[in-house]
């Protein structure tokens, strides 16, 4: 059974708990641990949980706690909130299929592949990378928020330094800008991301495992903006008859 707020409706207090063969809570994972430490007997599992940092820990570091179902894998449509969003845009993948900043995380904290992967420092949460569903900064949706955080980062970036994060299991990372070394830096502890400070360039980043280079992310800074393209995937026209011949162009 997927329980929310199982404190305010006093599941491990009414004997409500003590009929499940296994007692699932939706988020609120520290109020299920506490309960497991009272009742060790207890089979936990989280069956909704964010993404955060702490949530992964608090899986980590539990081997009490059997697992947990994140909301959600990929985006999908619907609870879109406010028009003209379709869709929420709470998943680790998004709907073409491609992984988000979130789900780079989520590898490196799973996989045991080496791997590292770079990218600027988003607003909010711990680490700095959000990108569940719901309002974000300024009450946009998030991944609104994102694209108004990235253009504001180009932005500062042009005038100097900003942070960067590097995602990565491996034991070591070093970052370089425009081929110069910026440090290496041990993988801390608790698995939250390496952070840098460099200016707008190209960056890449190493990986190392016993001395030797096992994996590499390199992200380019942009040029300027020169067009933009429009094309049909089909090679057909798409639009109604009636806007065939519409010319769509950047100014």
Not at 40 to 59: M, S, V
Not at 88 to 115: E, F, V
Request: hydrophobic share 40%.
């Amino acid at each position: 059974m997927a329980i929310l707020q199982p404190v305010q409706h006093r599941i491990f207090t009414s004997g409500f708990s003590d009929l499940m063969d296994v007692v699932g809570v939706n988020y609120h994972e520290r109020d299920l641990l506490n309960e497991h430490e009272a009742r060790p007997d207890y089979k936990i599992l989280g069956t909704e949980n964010h993404y955060e940092l702490a949530t992964w820990l608090a899986l980590r570091d539990h081997p009490a706690y059997a697992g947990q179902f994140l909301w959600t894998g990929i985006d999908y449509l619907g609870e879109a909130g406010a028009w003209p969003r379709v869709g929420n845009g709470s998943g680790l993948i998004d709907r073409n299929a491609r992984i988000k900043p979130l789900g780079y995380q989520r590898q490196s904290w799973w996989t045991s592949r080496p791997m590292v992967y770079v990218l600027p420092m988003l607003a909010g949460g711990p680490g700095g990378h959000e990108n569940r569903g719901g309002a974000a900064a300024g009450g946009l949706p998030p991944d609104e928020a994102a694209n108004t955080t990235m253009a504001e980062a180009a932005t500062n970036a042009e005038a100097g330094s900003r942070p960067f994060s590097v995602f990565s299991n491996c034991p070591k990372v070093e970052l370089f800008l425009n081929g110069q070394s910026l440090g290496t830096k041990d993988k801390p502890a608790d698995d939250s991301p390496r952070i840098w400070t460099a200016a707008a360039g190209n960056l890449r980043a190493i990986g190392y495992q016993d001395g030797l280079a096992v994996a590499t992310n390199e992200l380019s800074a942009a040029g300027p903006a020169a067009k933009i393209g429009l094309t049909i995937e089909s090679g057909q026209s798409a639009l109604p008859h009636d806007y065939d011949d519409v010319a769509i162009s950047a100014g």
